[in-house]
Each structure stands twice: as C-alpha cells, then as structure tokens.
C-alpha cells in the first residue's frame, strides 16, 4: 500500500500522558513511549516529537483542537473528532497482596471482608460488584497518590491494593528506595484486560501506524517491552 504523499516524511507531534511509568518526562524511561517508539522504528519516513505529561483530558483536548497530530492512550472513538488505530497498550485493574498473607483472591467478590486501598475513582469505574466487595470489608480508601498504595500495603495498614500493576511496582521502587523486595507481593489477576489505542486526526495516519504495529508486534519485540519494564522493576513474577 503506497501512503499519502501527506504522511511520508511527515513529522508528528504525539502527545503522551502523566502516568509514571507508563508515561513520563522526557528524562525517564515510559513504557508507552518505547511501544510508539517501537511502531515507529518500522516507519523511518515518519519523524516523532512528543509533548510529555499531559492528563488523560488534556491528551483529548490537544488533539480536538489540531494543536497536535496524535495521543496516546485513548479509550473511546467517541471521546475524538479524529480516528483510532488498532489497539496498542495493554493494561489491567490489578489486585495486589504480600507473600506473608497468603491470601486467596481469585476473583472480585474475594474481596469482601478484606481491607483494601485503591486509586480515586476506582468504585465508580471498576463496577457494581467491586463496589458491593469492597464496601463490605472494614476498611477502604481511595488515594490520589500511588507512592501511598505501596506504602499502605507494604506496612501492613492494609491486606490488599487495588491498580496497575507497572504503577504499583513503580511506586514500590519510589517510596522504598529498595528496602522492599518487589518480590514479596503477589499479582491477583481479578479484572479483565483493558486495551486503549493511539488517537490521530487523520485517517492517513492511523493507517500508517497501523502498518508499524503491526511488524512490531510480529517481531516479537513489542511482548519484550512489556517484560523488560517488570524486570527493570525489580518485579519476577
């Protein structure tokens, strides 16, 4: 398939969100940046500059109002004039526990009775039935701030943390500077996987990332990102 004469040798700006480490500022790795990276690195007409840190309503609004060519991490067509490509950062809703507990939690309603920390606005969107779990334990806090998950759970304030796993395992190595072990927590896989795409404001654009993703993943290298990132985590889950 020939592109457009609009795309090759095109330079894009891509916005990036604020989620370390998913997203970060220009001097620290991401892991949603080196997957973009990754597509690109198949794509060598295309030049990539990126705008770093914006929230999930900024990346929209950015890219809405044509101040920037792409964003990553959008969830909706619905939420963007432009056009989605095929889905490409993975992610999930994870429950998180220590080794020492030895609790069983296979599912949601595993939950209940437990005390449990999580993100702001978890109860809203992780479902009625995470709701009714949580709400029947005799503790449960929402927390802005993901360095207080780690915190909370690792000094036995609580049983369970509730979030993404890279942002957790991300805040472990932040709050204690390496006097915890990743290695003492276990990962209770108990919410579905959520995939979200790159948004563009041209059809041209998507289809050429589309191409890139799809050699990427292909190569193998795009599953090697992922597991590079939990090893530099300290994580060997």
Known sequence: MILPCSVQ?????????????????????ALFKDLIDGVYSYLPD???????????????????????????NIFSPNDIKGCLSQPIFEFSDVAISLKSQQLVINKVDDLRGKSVVSYQGAKTLL???????????????????????????????VDVSIGDKYIFLNSLKNWSKGKHDPNQIIIHTIFPPVATSMGFNEQAFCDEFDQGLKKFKESGRYREVYKRYLKDLGYDG
């Open 46 to 72: 295309t030049q990539v500059k990126y705008r770093y840190m914006l929230s999930n309503a900024r990346l929209v609004h950015e890219l809405n109002a044509l101040t920037v060519d792409g964003a990553a």
């Open 127 to 157: 479902g009625s039935d995470y709701k009714a779990a949580v709400e029947s334990g005799h503790y449960y806090k929402e927390v802005s701030q993901p360095e207080e998950q780690a915190k909370l759970l690792l000094t036995g304030m």
């Open 9 to 29: 040798g095109k330079e894009l700006v891509i916005a990036l969100g604020n989620f370390e480490p998913l997203f970060s500022s220009p001097d620290k790795p």
